[in-house]
């Protein structure tokens, strides 16, 4: 196998992550050695093993084992680099989908004859999405379909963060970079375009998916200005309720099935789950109160 200088190679891959903690990678290179070789161009490029490079470096290597790639297009080495992204390193989320949305942009120009994704927040009907879905099994070709033969993740998860990193406007991006707004709700803002999108964002970084999703209905049906007023004028739910309802709806499902199978239990903690949902059940009870009926007329 090739070797050079470690001091020889360039990196100038934008995808290359050279600065993520790696000691775990280290320890495992002094301990078994390095076990894949770093992937270089013609030109002594770093084409895929940022992690790998930096902890060569910090385990100051002279001489490492190198793969040269022989491919001369700029796009295929930056699929390289990509595809190395995908498979070996922990992205987040929006990482993921700037990756996989560059991805899918360079294998299609690379393979013309493969089928295209369509980028559009296109409201399925049912028939449409049975169609989709079909077409969807059927598919080996296609960017989604060899991503995930590779990756593991599905086809329309692929799919889904693709457009999910295409449709969002700048400042969907930053907001869900920022932690104020999640994927869920992003999937709800991307059935707008872009100029809506930031138009409605002060008004849903608190929202959960389902009112985004009534205020983007609202958007589509009544227009930006009637939307928005509609939305001021009506109180928002507190997160805290929110949750409590969640696991109401979860935590009736299971009494309910407790109680149809008779499931029992006389081990050491019987009694303390007794004493937990008398706790339970008070609590219930202190909150009901708290929150009396209102005549919905009212």
């Known amino acids: 196998m090739e070797t050079i200088p470690l001091s020889a190679i360039q990196v100038n891959s934008a995808y290359l992550r050279v600065d993520t903690d790696v000691s775990t990678l280290i320890e495992s290179i002094k301990q078994i050695g390095l076990i894949h070789p770093l992937t270089i161009n013609q030109a002594n490029e770093l084409i895929a093993g940022g992690r790998r490079y930096s902890a060569l ?19 295929e080495q930056e699929l ?72 593991g993740l599905s086809k329309a998860a692929i799919k889904t963060a693709i457009k999910r990193e295409d449709l969002s406007a700048d400042s969907v991006k930053a907001a869900r970079s920022e932690g104020s707004l999640n994927a869920s709700q992003a999937n709800e803002l991307i059935r707008l375009d872009k100029g809506l999108q930031e138009e409605i964002l002060p008004y849903v970084e608190d929202a959960t998916p389902k009112e985004v999703r009534t205020l983007v209905d609202r958007v589509k049906r009544d227009g930006l200005e009637s939307a928005i007023a509609v939305t001021a004028n009506v109180e928002r739910v507190p997160k805290e309720l929110t949750h409590v309802r969640t696991t109401a709806k979860t935590m ?15 081990g050491p903690q019987r009694n303390q789950i007794r004493e937990e949902l008398k706790d339970l059940k008070q ?11 209102e005549d919905p007329e009212g």
């Open 57 to 75: 470096r910090a385990l100051e290597v002279s001489e490492v084992p190198i793969h040269r790639i022989s491919q001369e297009n700029p796009l």
């Open 80 to 151: 390289i680099s990509i595809d190395e992204n995908l498979i070996r390193q922990p992205l987040s989320k929006i990482e993921l989908e700037s990756c996989l949305s560059r991805g899918r942009e360079i294998f299609e120009l690379l393979n013309p004859e493969a089928p295209k994704m369509e980028i559009e927040a296109r409201e399925l009907s049912p028939a449409e999405k049975k169609a989709e879905k079909q077409l969807e099994e059927q598919d080996r070709t296609s960017f989604a379909a060899v991503t995930a033969e590779k990756t």
């Open 252 to 266: 009736t499902r299971s009494l309910k099935k407790v109680l149809k199978d008779e499931i029992d239990y006389h």
């Open 283 to 293: 609590v219930i009870a202190d909150v009901l109160a708290a929150l009396p009926l």
